[in-house]
C-alpha cells in the first residue's frame, strides 16, 4: 500500500525493517510449518527459482551477510546474470 504515491515510496524502507523487526519479534517456529514438498505450489516454487529476477535478489540479500559480501557484490551480480546467459 505504500507504493501508491511519492509519499509512500519514501516511506517504504522505514515500513519495510519496522515489518521485519516485528518478524524477527514474533519469529516463525519452523518445526510447526509443513515441508516444501507438501504445498501444493512446490513445483511452481522451483520454476521461479530459475528466474533471472530470483536469482539476482538472492545474490544481493546473500551480499549484506558481510562486509567482504558486500563490497564483492557487483561481481556477484554480474557473474550471476553472465550464468543466467550462458544457460
Known amino acids: 500500500s505504500q ?17 521485519y ?4 519479534k ?4 519452523k518445526q510447526s510449518l509443513p515441508e516444501i514438498e507438501d504445498y501444493y505450489d512446490s513445483d511452481e516454487a522451483e520454476i ?6 530470483y536469482k ?4 544481493i540479500t546473500d551480499g549484506f551477510s558481510s562486509p567482504y559480501a558486500f563490497i564483492s557484490l557487483p561481481i556477484s ?6 550464468k543466467f546467459k550462458n544457460d
Open 21 to 24: 523487526n516485528d518478524f524477527k
Open 77 to 82: 551480480i554480474g557473474k550471476e546474470v553472465l
Open 48 to 53: 521461479v527459482k530459475r528466474h533471472l529476477s
Open 56 to 59: 539476482l535478489g538472492k545474490t
Open 26 to 29: 514474533t519469529g516463525v517456529n
Open 3 to 19: 507504493s501508491k504515491s511519492a509519499k509512500g515510496l519514501a516511506i517504504l524502507p522505514l515500513s519495510l525493517a519496522r515489518e
